[in-house]
């Protein structure tokens, strides 16, 4: 394996992308009608569960994305270290739509146009020796995209702003939890893809620590001054939030009556792609809302490059101010190691020791009628973790008694989770809320499978198995010199 910093200084600039954008024009009209309905069927359900009052009933009526494409651009292609291709690129659209939604007890609203920016992730993976040469491509943003939505018809709304950022963090909520890393979309191009070989496990673990913050309540200019000769006055209770691409935030203790907050603080996060960002927001606790002082932005590239320290300027409204936040990180890859999971430097809250990883495949031999069946397979570790796949329906194309998943879910392991009693996984195959039935895998069975990889067709009832693979990895340090860094190699 090269070294972490060679692996960190590999990557050139992109290729402009000329030949996609005229290939993506002439697609247009296909990828208009075909991401319509997707957005009436996965976005709409949405609203009804996630949007606060009357919004939960909004519902389009009419959906045209407009005649402006996706442009891509800054095209980077690499090999993958297991089988496959990688391909990096911006998108950028400014869609001129026209979107009407309707709900109860409000007026109906329209989208006139939208904006999204963000960085791609197209994964190409396994490569095969018959036509179409690929298995599967796997699609995602490395990074939450940027989303402008331009509301008509509620400009006399007296609370359209509220509307506006509920709708447009609803949707961003839907894109991070189905597109952002380390979720993705996964379009088979074989027809007998084997998901096993398809997925990328991810790279290892960041452990960022949050040390300190100053210089927020310094003279300031432009429209932060006034925000922060507020904070002068009156001493605000500071804690920083972190975020590292779409993993959940974390956040530290709460120091109160303070301008210059220390916390030496520190979290795990599992890393997917080195170029994920990792976002520090400092902000003022009150009971009602929180006031964000400023956010301080890298990537885990940049972090490592700098010798894992920096000091990060603090942004407020989009303004820099003399606000520093300073962080430093560890980084851990992932590795066939059970040793980490009893060391004592992985002990402690928000520290993890490994990475349990969960494939479900597909399912086998389930009995019953067509139109009766609502298979899915629920996966447990111990009381901290459950998981759902998808429900599956009798539809063209769908084997439902033999139905497939291709469905991925990871269990960040910290050190009190194995121990001499580590608790067993556990494999339910479901129809509806009824258990058809299930097996436990125990977890030394994992552990001392070969290369910490669990793979079978596990039986959970009679003639009805679940096709499924446990991969366990503990961590293990990746060191990086600290001086002579390489110049990223064009």
Known sequence: MSSLVEKLTAEGTGEPAGWLNELVAQLWPNVNVAGSRMVKDIVEPMFKTMLPGPLSSLHFTKIDFGHVPFKFSNVKVTKTEVDGIKLDLNVDWEGRCDIELDADMMPALGVESVQLHGRLSVLLCPLINIIPLIGAAQ??????????????????????????????DTI???????????????????????????????????????????GFAEESKG??????????????????????????????????????????????????????????????????????????????????LAGGKQELVMMHEDEETDGRVSIACQFFRFENSSSSFSASNHKGDGLLCGLATVLIASANGIKGQRDQLTPSVVVTWGSKHRFQTGVKTDAPGTDINNPAWDYCCRMPVSTDMVGGRAEPFRFALMNGEKELGGLEVPFADVQNAPNGVLQSTFAVSDGTSIRASICLRGIVSATMEETNLPMRRK
Request: charged share 25%.
């Open 223 to 304: 429209a932060a001054k006034k925000f922060f000769h507020k904070l002068t006055r009156a001493h605000p209770d500071c804690f920083a939030k972190v975020d590292v691409g779409a993993e959940g935030s974390w956040e530290t203790t709460v120091k109160n009556n303070t301008v210059k907050p220390s916390w030496d603080e520190t979290h795990d996060f599992v890393v997917s792609d080195f170029d994920q960002c990792i976002k520090v927001s400092v902000e003022d606790h009150d009971v009602n809302s929180n006031d964000e002082v400023g956010l301080g932005v890298t990537t885990v590239r940049e972090l490592l």
């Open 139 to 168: 699609v995602s943003f490395v990074n939450p995209p940027l989303l402008k939505l331009d509301f008509t018809g509620a400009a006399n709304v007296a609370d359209f702003s509220a509307i506006d950022g509920a709708v447009r």
């Open 172 to 214: 961003l909520g839907i894109i991070n939890s189905m597109l952002t890393l380390p979720n993705c979309y996964l379009v088979k191009l074989d027809a007998n893809n084997d998901y096993f070989k398809t997925y990328h496990y991810p790279l290892g673990i960041v452990r960022i620590t949050v040390e300190q913050a100053w």
